[in-house]
């Protein structure tokens, strides 16, 4: 098996970390660059940036702070929003960003996806999706943050995504997100299980048993939080070091497994 990844989610805005709860009581959490390089101390296996406010403002301050991370940082870094062209996905991987995800443009513009990976190789491309329960075994696809609904079938697209050519899906599930409550299990084992891609586990971790969780019951390749770090509740490290006792395989910080 495959050593399992652990991924803090860091979303920026105005050159800042900030964290809020149903896209309110936004809170900054600190530098990017300082937070991205703790992480990177505590064994983090990547890093996900999200640039909140890309359609509101230039991404000059942005790929800068992607720059000055990428000469502290020495693990992979995926960096998302407001990637609407090919020309997008060049100038943030050249500021050192190692993948790009895509989520509200590859559904609108799905040769994003394919241009893409044509390009630059499927291993830059991560589609981010936005999901919520609709019915029995039945999701839906939503885009702009969880707030417009596409009427699309989600195992519809996650397969139209792997044909496309992406390396990777980062799947959040709507219902989960923000409640602590754990993955959404029953969406991801239902993802997993129409792709052969790696799948992201995204949405939902409130404590530590929620990460071997998802790890035994479905074939998620990694697990992303972005509270439960950020507000020091659980340290990456102390996540793999439970992982490693349950005998899931991770990489150590210090060269383990």
């Not at 809020?20 to 101390?41: L, M, Q, S, W």
């Not at 029995?136 to 969880?146: A, Q």
Request: with cysteine; proline share 3%.
């Amino acid at each position: 098996m495959l050593a399992k990844r652990i991924i803090p989610c860091l979303d920026v805005r105005d050159g800042k970390v900030v964290k809020g709860v149903n896209f309110t009581g936004i809170k900054e959490v600190g530098d990017p660059v300082e937070c991205a390089a703790e992480y990177n101390r505590q064994g983090a296996d990547e890093i996900v940036f999200y640039d909140i406010t890309a359609s509101f403002e230039g991404r000059g301050v942005f790929l800068d702070v992607v720059r000055n991370t990428a000469k502290q940082v020495f693990v992979p870094l995926t960096v998302g929003g407001g990637i609407k062209t090919v020309d997008d996905i060049r100038e943030t991987l050249r500021a050192g960003a190692d993948k790009v995800s895509v989520n509200s443009q590859a559904v609108k513009n799905p040769q994003l996806i394919k241009d893409g990976a044509d390009i630059f190789g499927s291993q830059c491309i991560c589609v981010g999706i936005d999901a919520k329960k609709i019915a029995d075994k039945k999701w839906t696809v939503f885009i702009n943050g969880g707030r417009v609904d596409m009427e699309l079938d989600l195992i519809d697209w996650v397969k139209q995504i792997e044909q496309l050519g992406a390396g990777e899906i980062c799947l959040n599930s709507i219902d989960a997100d923000g409640t602590k409550a754990g993955f959404d299990i029953e969406m991801l084992e239902a993802v997993c299980n129409a792709t052969s891609i790696p799948v992201i586990a995204s949405g939902g971790a409130g404590q530590l048993e929620h990460f071997p969780e998802v790890f035994e019951k479905t074939g998620a390749t990694a697990a992303l939080a972005a509270s439960l770090f950020h507000f020091r509740e659980l340290t990456v490290d102390e996540v793999k070091a439970e992982l490693n006792k349950r005998n899931i395989p991770v990489r150590t910080a210090f060269g383990g497994i």
